[in-house]
């Protein structure tokens, strides 16, 4: 078991490969089997399957290589599985697409750069992410994941380029080929034919373009167009209402930036393309929910058939260039009648109040909720700007930490700032090195890339003291140790600050807890809450931005949240009367359901 929740890795620096599999979540479509594997069925919602392990890496050339076995395509020739290497959430490293045939062959890989500004050395706090997404298109099973650095080697990657024909919905005037090609007769009524693009893409900002392929038949005339593209950016399309699917009907949300006509030759020879640029405002530095959609037009001209659509971005050509930040009035006067900007600043709490804003069709059509991170990185200082500089609304975690943001002294002293509470409750974890000592001994072998992200700091005292492992293990389960506070004095304690944040923001969260804590698990770690008690903090919020009613946030944040879970100690849960928590309840971690006899032991047995 210490093999699975250590995920056979090392800790970035200390060796040249680092086995991923068991250090990355699956979302709620993917299911962890007994041997570490992750599944996903065709049928299931396209999507992200696996992301993380959120590490910092040294400056350098890397290998991302799996094993990914994939079952019957719905689409013969079109991908089936995505990858996506991104740093701090925004900046997109590497991007490919595999199709069946290609997983088959053997091992895939993706191989990208860490630049200097995002690596280790540069202290950025800059946190790589590996998210793995399966497109809908087929059964998958991945068995294997490693990550190697390449010292030495100068990699030369391709610009990033998405197969986008399988991802692409259907209307009702086409119909689809098993090789994932699109035919439609001239006499159909003109119309889209195809549209979307899901998962949802979210794009780095600078110039792209999509090009199509096909065959048509005679035009009605030579100089006819037969095939129409468009690009709307902030197009969320998707929507279970069947009107939409209807021929003459898209869904009317999002901005057009660009639509060219393309006539028969150009769609033959393979030269249909359309050229456009994604601004910052749209763009996944900018943390905005913006995807793009891609709409082909049967225009009614001639028998079209199209048997590929790829987007790629112009990495010869000059980025899209930042636009200078607005005035703070001209930045008020052009968002006149417009949505209201919030941005939140504060820890990864803060980030589910965003999520909150961007999730809810209600708040969404009211505001524009941005996200930094409260120790910003120097790489998201002009986006920070930009976003600080057009702020309605600012809601600023209630952390120290607070006090040191990088961009304080710019922020303008008109900007309605509202302060909210940390959310952390620490008597069913007296131990944790969030409420206590620290284990300074494994964070100084892993930091800053932790495999057991919450220490324990009694673990590290009973380290120096006891040195077979087995007797320690005892010793650590009996807490008959000396100099250990009683967990009820502990507990006292924490419920003289949890009221006293009630009674300092006027809340009733910290009397919830109280009430709550010992008949449910309502926090998962001693800094990772249930949504029930986000929930709260959300209504605080809302309130005080003068948005009354419920406004729940989406079940879909459950699987983030209780991934992983820290064991409560089965005496702390007995003194404190929890009635759910004993020797053998299970919790999550990275998939697997484990026990705190499974944890601990792996804990001693990682860290020796």
């Given at each position: 078991m210490s093999e699975v929740l250590a995920g056979g890795t090392s800790a970035p620096g200390a060796a040249a490969h680092w086995r991923l599999l068991g250090?990355?979540?699956?979302?709620?479509?993917?299911?962890?089997?007994?041997?570490?594997?992750?599944?996903?069925?065709?049928?299931?919602?396209?999507?992200?399957?696996?992301?993380g392990p959120h590490w910092q890496l040294p400056g350098g050339s890397y290998r991302l290589t799996f094993r990914c076995q994939a079952g019957a395509p719905r689409l013969a020739s079109q991908p089936v599985l995505g990858v996506e290497v991104i740093v701090l959430n925004r900046l997109q490293q590497a991007w490919k697409d595999f199709t069946a045939g290609e997983l088959g062959s053997g091992p895939a890989s993706v191989e990208f750069e860490v630049p200097p500004e995002l690596g280790l050395e540069a202290a950025n706090e800059a946190r790589f992410e590996f998210r793995f997404f399966h497109l809908g298109n087929a059964d998958l099973v991945v068995s294997d994941i490693e990550l190697a650095s390449l010292p030495g080697q100068a990699i030369l990657t391709d610009a990033p380029l998405w197969r986008m024909l399988g991802r692409l919905r259907k209307s009702f005037i086409g119909k689809r080929r098993a090789d994932g090609a699109t035919v439609v007769r001239r006499r159909e009524r003109a119309g889209p034919?195809?549209?979307?693009?899901?998962?949802?893409?979210?794009?780095?900002?600078g110039k792209y373009r999509l090009s199509v392929r096909g065959a048509t038949g005679m035009p009605r005339g030579?100089?006819?167009?037969?095939?129409?593209?468009?690009?709307?950016?902030?197009?969320?399309?998707?929507?279970?209402?069947?009107?939409?699917?209807?021929?003459?009907?898209?869904?009317?949300?999002?901005?057009?930036?660009?639509?060219?006509?393309?006539?028969?030759?150009?769609?033959?020879?393979?030269?249909?393309?359309?050229?456009?640029?994604?601004?910052?405002e749209m763009s996944l530095e900018a943390g905005e929910d913006a995807p793009f959609e891609f709409r082909l037009f049967h225009l009614g001209n001639a028998d079209l058939t199209v048997s590929a659509v790829e987007l790629r971005q112009l990495r010869s050509a000059t980025a899209a260039p930042a636009p200078p930040p607005l005035a703070a009035s001209a930045a008020r006067q052009s968002r006149a009648g417009e949505r209201k900007k919030i941005v939140i600043i504060g820890n990864c709490q803060a980030d589910i109040v965003r999520q909150g804003f961007q999730r809810s069709d209600f708040l969404s059509r009211r505001f524009e909720a941005k996200y930094h991170f409260v120790t910003l990185s120097e790489n998201?200082?002009?986006?920070?700007?930009?976003?600080?500089?057009?702020?309605?609304?600012?809601?600023?975690?209630?952390?120290?930490?607070?006090?040191?943001f990088p961009l304080r002294s710019i922020v303008r002293e008109d900007i309605e700032t509202i302060s909210f509470p940390v959310l952390r409750f620490a008597s069913l974890w007296p131990f944790d090195a969030?409420?206590?000592?620290?284990?300074?001994?494994?964070?100084?072998?892993?930091a800053p890339n932790l495999v057991f992200p919450y220490l324990d700091g009694l673990l590290a005292r009973l380290r120096r003291e006891i040195p077979d492992n087995e007797e320690r293990f005892r010793a650590y389960r009996a807490l008959a140790c000396e100099g250990i506070i009683s967990n009820t004095r502990f507990h006292d304690r924490e419920k003289r600050r949890l009221l006293a944040i009630d009674k300092k923001f006027g809340l009733a969260i910290g009397a919830f807890v109280l009430e709550n804590f010992q008949r449910r698990r309502i926090f998962h770690t001693t800094m990772r809450p249930s949504r029930e008690i986000l929930d709260m903090l959300m209504k605080y919020v809302l309130e005080r931005i003068g948005i009354g009613g419920a406004h729940p946030l989406p079940k879909s944040l459950?699987?983030?949240?209780?991934?992983?879970?820290?064991?409560?100690h089965p005496k702390v849960a007995r003194d404190l009367a929890v009635r759910w928590a004993n020797e053998s309840t299970k919790y999550l971690d990275h998939g697997r359901e484990i026990t705190w006899e499974t944890y601990v032991r792996s804990y001693i047995d990682h860290y020796g």
């Open positions: 250090r990355l979540e699956n979302t709620a479509i993917g299911t962890r089997g007994a041997d570490g594997t992750i599944a996903v069925r065709r049928s299931r919602l396209a999507g992200c399957i696996l992301y034919v195809l549209y979307g693009g899901w998962p949802y893409l979210r794009l780095p900002r030579s100089a006819a167009p037969v095939l129409g593209l468009e690009i709307v950016g902030r197009s969320k399309w998707r929507s279970n209402r069947p009107w939409l699917a209807l021929p003459h009907r898209l869904n009317p949300n999002g901005v057009r930036l660009a639509r060219r006509d393309c006539a028969g030759d150009e769609l033959r020879d393979g030269s249909a393309f359309l050229d456009f640029d994604v601004p910052t998201l200082y002009e986006f920070a700007k930009r976003d600080l500089d057009a702020c309605d609304i600012l809601l600023v975690h209630d952390i120290r930490e607070w006090d040191d969030w409420n206590g000592p620290d284990d300074k001994e494994a964070r100084t072998r892993e459950d699987n983030l949240l209780m991934n992983p879970q820290v064991p409560v």
